[in-house]
């Protein structure tokens, strides 16, 4: 994208009909690093791709807890996904404090889309960089919705934004019919199979994606980097024998042979995921 005369302020148009600042703002969620999201009938699931600026650095929050049955997952900038998620805190809290009963999903979603369309509509604003996954769940049932930049949201059965993810999104295209009536534990080992998509062949691991549940009786929490690392390994032991299953006819001709073959792979396959 190059700067051009009608990109000065948010409120001018160019002949086209674009607003090319709320276009960068966009532009700068697709740069973030991914996050995903998964929805059944009863559990949704959040995860993400954590990045550090350097070797020295660590990385920064990308999953926030907004309520016991809501939660956010983000890609973009960072500090405007810390303001929208506070001012989200808020909301919640400020309903319940009147109402004695928990913020509805949707009408969060509502609320969070007019305050970023507010900034497309603001010569002294700027748009939020930053795209945001809302995960919750309440008496409807589970919900995703994706918040942009534009003030635009939408719901999904299952999503991914940030840099490379429409590789994730081709992934979760294959298989989100099965999501609605997913468990939890297939929920989770879909959206790590996701975030290895995004990967581009780097090993996946736990310290490199953050993974956050919600689900009924089960209020939003992110899963520390053990149980993470555990089902990494879990979900890698059971595609092991997909390898061998895929050539039967060739393992029982060479018998005996055959047999060492496999046995060997078992021991290398789980370096490759």
């Known amino acids: 994208m190059f700067r051009n005369q009608y990109d000065t302020d948010v409120t001018t148009w160019s002949p086209a009909g674009r607003l090319f600042q709320v276009e960068y703002a966009m532009e700068a969620v697709k740069q973030g690093s991914a996050a995903i999201g998964l929805r059944s009938k009863t559990?949704?699931?959040?995860?993400?791709?954590?990045?550090?600026?350097?070797?020295?650095?660590?990385?920064?929050?990308?999953?926030?807890?907004?309520?016991?049955?809501?939660?956010?997952?983000?890609?973009?900038?960072?500090?405007?996904?810390?303001?929208?998620?506070?001012?989200?805190?808020?909301?919640?809290?400020?309903?319940?404090?009147?109402?004695?009963?928990?913020?509805?999903?949707?009408?969060?979603?509502?609320?969070?889309?007019?305050?970023?369309?507010v900034c497309t509509q603001r010569s002294w604003k700027r748009p939020y960089g930053v795209g945001l996954l809302v995960g919750g769940l309440d008496e409807s049932g589970a919900h995703l919705y994706y918040n942009c930049p534009s003030g635009n949201y939408f719901e999904y059965q299952a999503f991914a934004i940030g840099s490379r993810s429409q590789a994730a999104k081709t992934y979760l295209e294959r298989r989100f019919e099965n999501f609605a009536d997913s468990s939890r534990e297939d929920l989770i080992k879909d959206a790590l199979i996701a975030v290895?998509?995004?990967?581009?062949?780097?090993?996946?691991?736990?310290?490199?994606?953050?993974?956050?549940?919600?689900?009924?009786?089960?209020?939003?929490?992110?899963?520390?980097?053990?149980?993470?690392?555990?089902?990494?390994?879990?979900?890698?032991?059971?595609?092991?024998?997909?390898?061998?299953?895929?050539?039967?006819?060739?393992?029982?001709?060479?018998?005996?042979?055959?047999?060492?073959?496999?046995?060997?792979?078992?021991?290398?396959a789980p370096m490759d995921i």
């Open 43 to 117: 559990h949704v699931v959040l995860a993400c791709v954590n990045k550090a600026n350097s070797e020295l650095s660590s990385h920064q929050k990308k999953i926030f807890k907004v309520d016991d049955h809501i939660g956010v997952a983000i890609a973009g900038l960072t500090a405007d996904g810390r303001v929208l998620s506070r001012y989200m805190r808020s909301e919640c809290i400020n309903y319940s404090f009147t109402y004695e009963s928990a913020l509805p999903v949707g009408r969060l979603v509502v609320q969070l889309a007019d305050k970023a369309q």
């Open 196 to 268: 290895r998509e995004t990967l581009q062949g780097e090993t996946l691991k736990s310290s490199i994606c953050t993974v956050a549940v919600l689900g009924v009786g089960e209020a939003f929490h992110i899963l520390d980097q053990e149980t993470v690392q555990q089902l990494i390994d879990a979900f890698e032991i059971v595609a092991e024998p997909e390898g061998p299953a895929a050539e039967p006819d060739a393992a029982a001709e060479q018998g005996e042979g055959a047999d060492q073959g496999p046995a060997a792979d078992q021991g290398v």
